[in-house]
């Protein structure tokens, strides 16, 4: 079944303790996001990567990093997590320019203490 | 700067067609249009899209006006599982979604 998988789903922390969050998908898609959902401000992109080793800034991406070393797979990293980077968080995935975005995977809550 | 308007909320009957109206009056050339629905806190899902002709899947139909500055989404019976949040996205290609507010449809029994 094609898919994009996030782990953890609920996440809850203290501030300053560096986690990361997993997105993995399985259709060998080259174009793969992250975006965050707040009440109010709607999701926003945080960072895209256009294929391995390609990775670029989206609207808000200060207090995140990100990596692309393999096609399947791109996490988000907080190091060090703050409470203003509690939201709802969403990976994307597409496999070319026309269909942007076209799969999401299923959320992770986090939570910064 | 926004660039689609849509109705905070609609309400519609279970079994009635649902049409949500969407404005993007500054759409350029190359630009697709794109619909999403988010239900409760779950991931967005892909509906359709397109560029200038009226486009249908098994899930909605997409109908755009001839100067391609609006553009209607059409859920033909409407079923309580597709009360969700609705985004109408205006997206050249390459580059990344931008979601607004989006319309919060209502499925009423």
């Known amino acids: 079944e094609a898919q994009v998988t996030q782990n953890p789903r609920y996440l809850i922390t203290v501030t300053g303790k560096k986690l990361t969050v997993t997105c993995s998908q399985n259709?060998?898609?080259?174009?793969m996001s992250w975006y965050r959902q707040d009440p109010g401000l709607g999701l926003r992109q945080i960072y895209y990567s256009m294929n391995v080793e390609v990775t670029d800034k989206g609207d808000v991406p200060e207090g995140y990093k990100v990596s692309r070393k393999e096609k399947r797979n791109f996490p988000l990293i907080l190091e060090s997590p703050s409470p203003n980077q509690t939201s709802l968080y969403f990976c994307a995935s597409s496999r070319d320019l026309s269909t942007v975005g076209k799969f999401f995977g299923p959320g992770t809550r986090l939570t910064v203490l | 700067d926004a660039k689609t308007t849509q109705p905070p909320s609609m309400d519609c009957a279970e079994g009635r067609a649902a049409n949500l109206p969407c404005n993007h009056s500054t759409i350029s050339g190359n630009e697709y249009v794109y619909w999403y629905r988010q239900i409760h806190s779950q991931g967005p899902q892909y509906i359709i899209h397109?560029?200038?002709n009226n486009e249908t899947n098994e899930m909605a139909s997409l109908i755009i006006t001839e100067d391609r500055k609006s553009s209607t989404l059409i859920l033909p019976h409407a079923t309580l599982r597709d009360t969700a949040v609705y985004y109408c996205?205006?997206?050249?290609?390459?580059?990344?979604?931008?979601f607004g507010g989006g319309t919060r449809l209502m499925v009423k029994p």
């Open positions: 397109g560029l200038k």
């Open positions: 996205i205006v997206n050249g290609a390459g580059n990344m979604l931008t």
């Open positions: 259709m060998n898609h080259e174009y």
